[in-house]
């Protein structure tokens, strides 16, 4: 089949092995697949993150529960965000049937123990013609919600799962620094539950635009109008969560620095580069920061059911699509946020 490959860092479009499916598993055709920065980071940023974690390794037995690591030096195919039609059903697999549309957290486990779907060497991400995914993991995509906009589940529940994190209720109101994917998904998430009002900040006046149609109240560029300002302005009142969904060097230092008194703050962006703060700023304004990372079982069947129930319209995210051969062009092309938010890959396109 054809996929695309990540080797020693590097990504190439190669005919690689058909995957087969075990005990519980079924085989699936890819029908679209998202592209996520944080594969665009792991690309550029993954190598020193990988030498940052081996340096930090005290020694402690590993989590028997944490996905098995990936070699960069083997061929990893990327790809987490991904809708699939079931062509195979492997031994004992009984809960899905052949022609199902479904969706699926990117986790497969076997004897081995768990896989990420997308940073495995053993099992390939959805840059690629077919997936294995564990049956008892997928979830059916209701009739008439088409391909492209299934595929939308796992971002926009990265978006549920840091909303959920930050403990943000309905006397808050929000500041998202960063409008790409991720920071989109926290905006998308705040409007459903209510909250307001919230701010959002970038330098993209594209990705602005967007953050405004996903239920943004007040947008700003922070080369003119500071974020902190923003809120001030129109409120200044309510007790502040800030969302940094940047995700680079300084942002987290950014957001302790303009965070008022016993703000929150939840760090969402995917930063793979060694950061530095200073702690007198968090010690001083007494600021909570909380990390999220991915989501529950729930929050994924939650962003499936908003979806298709349509309670967010997330079709303005949807910038760009390419097939299989375009993905290393893709990678480039949304380095420019004026251009794409959110590329999709087509296999059949």
Same mark, same amino acid.
């Not at 590993?62 to 960069?72: G, K, R, W």
């Not at 960063?178 to 459903?192: D, K, S, T």
């Given at each position: 089949m054809r996929a695309a490959v990540m080797r020693d860092w590097q990504l190439r479009v190669d005919d690689i092995a058909d995957p087969t499916p075990g005990p519980g598993q079924v085989l699936t055709r890819v029908l679209a697949c998202g592209i996520c920065g944080s594969d665009l980071h792991l690309l550029a940023h993954g190598e020193e993150s990988r030498r940052?974690?081996?340096?930090?390794d005290d020694g402690r037995p590993?989590?028997? !529960?944490?996905?098995? !690591?990936? @070699?960069?030096a083997h061929d990893t195919v990327m790809g987490h965000e991904f809708c699939c039609e079931v062509v195979g059903l492997g031994p004992g697999a009984e809960n899905l049937k052949v022609g199902d549309v479904i969706v699926s957290m990117p986790v497969a486990f076997d004897a081995q123990g768990l896989h990420g779907l997308g940073f495995s060497n053993a099992y390939n991400g959805g840059y690629a013609e077919l997936m294995v995914l564990n049956e008892l993991l997928g979830l059916k995509v209701p009739a008439g919600l088409p391909a492209h906009m299934a595929a939308l589940t796992e971002p926009l529940a990265v978006g549920v799962h840091a909303v959920a994190k930050s403990r943000i209720g309905? &006397? @808050?109101?929000?500041?998202?620094? &960063?409008?790409?994917?991720? &920071?989109?998904?926290?905006?998308?998430?705040?409007?459903?539950r209510g909250i307001g009002p919230i701010i959002a900040a970038d330098f993209s006046s594209k990705r602005r635009q967007l953050a405004e149609r996903l239920g943004a109240d007040v947008v700003v560029d922070p080369?003119?109008?500071?974020?902190?300002e923003a809120w001030r302005r129109v409120d200044g009142i309510r007790p502040l969560v800030i969302f940094e969904a940047v995700g680079v060097p300084g942002m987290i230092e950014q957001a302790m620095r303009m965070a008022p008194k016993d703000a929150r703050i939840l760090v969402v962006g995917a930063c793979l580069q060694e950061d530095r703060i200073h702690p007198i700023l968090g010690i001083g304004r007494e600021l909570n920061i909380q990390f999220a990372l991915g989501y529950t079982p729930v929050e994924f069947g939650d962003a499936l059911t908003a979806i298709a129930d349509g309670k967010i319209d997330l079709a303005p995210w949807l910038t760009g699509t390419v097939g299989i051969d375009g993905v290393p062009q893709a990678?480039? @092309?949304? &380095?420019?946020?004026?251009?794409?938010?959110?590329?999709?890959?087509?296999? @059949?396109?």
């Open positions: 940052s974690t081996e340096e930090f590993a989590d028997p !529960m944490a996905p098995i !690591m990936f @070699d960069p309905g &006397g @808050d109101s929000a500041l998202v620094l &960063g409008c790409g994917p991720v &920071g989109l998904a926290c905006i998308a998430e705040l409007r459903m080369r003119h109008t500071p974020a902190i990678f480039a @092309d949304l &380095g420019n946020p004026e251009a794409h938010a959110k590329i999709l890959v087509i296999p @059949d396109a």
